[in-house]
């Protein structure tokens, strides 16, 4: 049984969500807002986040029903995301390495995952920002959202409610870990195609050929040929 909880502030649900864990058996517990104010992204980064056009969810589930690595994880929550936002566009949707969302080349969702003991159970915490109704991103070039690349305009607690109930049932059985890599594979942002990615400070072309099951992407660099790199290890340009 799925819970999803509600609060009209908050500094990040990430953080916030603990709270809503009160029971032995808590499990599929979410916590979502329109205004957040101190989201967080992967390796330190902030999300920011438009107060009402946006959404910051977080989902919390326990680490037992999951026998896959975290990487795997992570990548098969990608996918279910990367689905969902696909299904509702009825457009293309891409995973930028490792964990942002792409539409029509603009960033509209970024995912944090993390692992909590909370009440004396393993938890994963997966949060994940959507730019739904956001209009001006500023000088995020690389930013939009659903209504900036679609024109579509969602009702936010609509789409936070179907956002719940298809990650619900698509966590609650995980396909193979081959199935895993393979599908977050086919939806790599730029896979197979020339881009450029800034390393040490320069800049050079490359292919992405694809991610592997410890976390890394392998590239194949115009000038060092095909190597594999951690997360901030190189930047790709779009």
Not at 26 to 47: C, E, I, K, M, P
Not at 59 to 79: G, Q, R, W
Not at 88 to 95: A, C, E, G, L, P
Request: glycine content about 6%.
């Amino acid at each position: 049984m799925s819970q999803l909880s509600y609060l009209k502030e908050c500094s990040s649900t990430n953080d916030e969500i603990s709270k809503f864990l009160l029971y032995e058996n808590s499990d599929f517990v979410a916590l979502h807002t329109f205004n957040q104010t101190q989201g967080r992204g992967q390796y330190g980064n902030t999300w920011s986040s438009a107060p009402e056009k946006n959404l910051a969810y977080t989902l919390a589930v326990k680490t037992e029903n999951f026998p896959l690595s975290d990487f795997l994880f992570n990548y098969y929550t990608a996918i279910v995301i990367r689905d969902f936002l696909a299904n509702m566009t009825d457009n293309s949707v891409k995973i930028k390495w490792p964990n942002d969302i792409i539409l029509k080349n603009k960033k509209i969702a970024g995912i944090l995952i993390e692992k909590k003991k909370i009440n004396q159970k393993n938890y994963f915490i997966i949060g994940a920002g959507f730019n739904v109704l956001q209009e001006n991103f500023d000088e995020l070039s690389s930013a939009g959202s659903i209504l900036t690349q679609t024109g579509m305009r969602f009702n936010l607690g609509e789409f936070t409610l179907s956002l719940h109930d298809f990650l619900v049932e698509k966590l609650s059985k995980a396909p193979s870990e081959d199935n895993i890599m393979n599908l977050f594979n086919t939806s790599l942002f730029r896979k197979d195609e020339i881009s450029v990615f800034e390393l040490n400070e320069r800049r050079q072309n490359g292919i992405i050929k694809n991610a592997d099951k410890n976390g890394n992407l392998w590239i194949d660099l115009e000038n060092d040929g095909l190597l594999s790199f951690y997360h901030k290890e190189i930047k790709l340009l779009y």
